[in-house]
């Protein structure tokens, strides 16, 4: 062989080499740039509203932990929610798909504990990590399926679950018993009508205990709180802060005391008694703050802050159940609508995302994502390819501070309660039909959010071909599910 025709032989082989390489490895993923898979905390409050951290304008008490979260890391001001209630907005952060497409799009009950179950065909975030070599945990509430069902935390990817596997439940800080996998673990003391075991602070031990048990490892803690969702009460030496700091209406119910008469099968009206309402959730959030920061403390201590990026945002707006007040707490933070809303309040997120020495201290994004972008951003972080399912868009680049972000085309959400209820964002434009299921009532609004963000002035009237724009991508947006139909109206 001579000379020249050995140097093509080599060339084609290094190229082929390159090839072969490149074929393999993630396109365009800002984490090739990384040393080694982060661990990954994901924290989700219950029914906070945008205006409840002190970080996010909260006037009457303060979020310390969380705002040295902001202080420290990157706070977003256009984050959403999968929708404005609990079950169908956790299905859209697991399966990273919008309520137009995921599986679960509404809270439904199945029998005397646990909901409606994911089936085993949807892909969920601790499956796509597992793959990568993660290890798994949830600890809190689930609510996307009864015990031994498809929809299991531990038939969905996780190797523990700790909590409530059900959202009623989960309506009782002082329950009978939790759930450790499949088996039930019973509180000390709690019967329905003793306060003694606060099923949180039991919660909160799994989960510091999961962290340092897996220190040496990649892993997943998903953390569902159920703070501050009604039932409005705290422990008597957490309320000590709050009592006597506000004026108070007492919610008052058929009995004074703490009963089983609304117990594991309570309905609203029936959340437990409270005197000082306004205490209680102060509290609560307070609480909920301090357990934050005993997580962050933790990836202290064990020395890996900076190989652990952690999140913190909330399911869906505040809640006006049981007591709680967002009005007096401003908790939707000027935004329109509270839970079961489409409107601001009652999807956009307070969320804030810390990892040392890769995000910038301080810093802050206007860029628009919700609950369907966090499955390709950790898969991305993980290293591994986004299931097709997903609606979602990796927000990596945002967090790492590189200019070549993806936006969305826009984003969907619909609500099957209380008429049905649609809403959509396309850059500046936010469409909102309520009363889906009447077209005599059905009505389009139309905002322009960056001059209207509270939603108060509708143009509907005055941009028809928005509007007409807006109501395709809505019929677009969607697919039609036997459980949960809207017959595409």
Same mark, same amino acid.
């Given at each position: 062989m001579n000379f020249i025709n050995m140097k093509k032989k080599i060339l084609f082989i290094i190229t082929g080499l390159v090839v072969f390489g490149c074929v393999n490895l993630k396109k365009e993923t800002p984490v090739l740039a990384l040393k080694k898979q982060p661990n990954i905390i994901y924290i989700l409050a219950d029914d906070l509203g945008y205006g409840d951290l002190s970080s996010y304008g909260q006037q009457k008490f303060e979020t310390p932990n969380i705002d040295k979260m902001v202080a420290n890391g990157m706070k977003f001001s256009q984050h959403y929610s999968g929708t404005s209630v609990c079950a169908p907005s956790r299905s859209s952060l697991m399966t990273g798909q919008h309520t137009g497409h995921t599986p679960i799009r509404g809270n439904k009950e199945h029998g005397q504990e646990g909901q409606v179950p994911l089936t085993g065909s949807y892909i969920t975030i601790p499956e796509v990590l597992k793959k990568a070599g993660y290890v798994t945990g949830a600890f809190g509430k689930w609510g996307l399926g009864y015990i031994g069902s498809e929809g299991d935390a531990t038939n969905q990817g996780f190797d523990e679950f700790f909590g409530y596997n059900c959202q009623r439940m989960s309506h009782r800080y002082y329950p009978t018993h939790v759930w450790h996998n499949q088996d039930k673990v019973l509180l000390e003391g709690n019967d329905w009508t003793k306060k003694s075991t606060y099923a949180p602070d039991v919660i909160q031990k799994k989960t510091l205990n999961f962290i340092e048990s897996n220190k040496d490892k990649p892993f997943f803690a998903y953390v569902p709180f159920i703070l501050p969702h009604a039932e409005i009460i705290a422990p008597e030496e957490d309320m000590k802060k709050y009592i006597g700091k506000f004026e108070e209406t007492p919610h008052t119910i058929n009995s004074d005391n703490y009963?089983?008469?609304?117990?594991?099968?309570?309905?609203? /009206? =029936?959340?437990?008694?409270?005197?000082?309402? &306004?205490?209680?959730?102060? %509290?609560?959030?307070?609480?909920?703050?301090?357990?934050?920061?005993?997580?962050?403390?933790?990836?202290?201590?064990?020395?890996?802050?900076?190989?652990?990026?952690?999140?913190? %945002?909330?399911?869906?707006?505040? &809640?006006?159940?049981?007591? %709680?007040?967002? $009005?007096?707490?401003?908790?939707?933070?000027? #935004?329109?609508?509270?839970?079961?809303? #489409?409107? $601001?309040?009652?999807?956009?997120?307070?969320?804030?995302?810390?990892?040392?020495?890769?995000?910038? %201290?301080?810093?802050?994004? *206007?860029?628009?994502?919700?609950?369907?972008?966090?499955?390709?951003? #950790?898969?991305?972080?993980?290293?591994?390819?986004?299931?097709?399912?997903?609606?979602?868009?990796?927000?990596?680049?945002?967090?790492?501070?590189?200019? =070549?972000? /993806?936006? &969305?085309?826009?984003?969907?959400?619909?609500? =099957?309660?209380?008429?049905?209820?649609?809403?959509?964002?396309?850059? /500046?434009? /936010?469409?909102?039909?309520?009363?889906?299921? *009447?077209?005599?009532?059905?009505?389009?609004? #139309?905002?322009?959010?960056?001059?209207?963000?509270?939603?108060? *002035?509708?143009?509907?009237?005055?941009f028809p071909e928005v509007v007409l724009e807006l109501k395709t991508l809505i019929k677009e947006a969607r697919v039609e599910s036997p459980l949960f139909p809207f017959e595409n109206k």
């Open positions: 009963t089983s008469d609304y117990g594991p099968n309570l309905v609203t /009206k =029936h959340y437990c008694p409270q005197e000082t309402p &306004h205490a209680a959730y102060a %509290a609560m959030v307070d609480k909920l703050d301090r357990y934050v920061g005993e997580i962050v403390n933790k990836v202290n201590e064990l020395g890996i802050a900076d190989n652990t990026i952690i999140m913190f %945002a909330s399911d869906n707006g505040p &809640h006006d159940e049981g007591g %709680a007040d967002p $009005e007096f707490f401003n908790s939707a933070g000027g #935004l329109k609508g509270i839970k079961r809303d #489409l409107y $601001e309040g009652g999807i956009r997120s307070p969320f804030v995302v810390v990892w040392p020495n890769k995000i910038k %201290a301080g810093s802050k994004s *206007n860029h628009i994502s919700a609950f369907w972008d966090v499955m390709p951003t #950790l898969a991305d972080l993980a290293g591994v390819e986004t299931p097709s399912q997903s609606d979602g868009v990796s927000f990596l680049p945002t967090l790492l501070g590189e200019d =070549h972000q /993806k936006e &969305h085309d826009y984003l969907y959400w619909e609500f =099957h309660q209380r008429g049905g209820r649609k809403a959509i964002r396309k850059g /500046k434009w /936010k469409g909102v039909i309520y009363n889906v299921l *009447n077209k005599n009532k059905a009505t389009f609004e #139309l905002y322009d959010l960056d001059v209207d963000p509270s939603e108060s *002035n509708n143009l509907a009237s005055l």
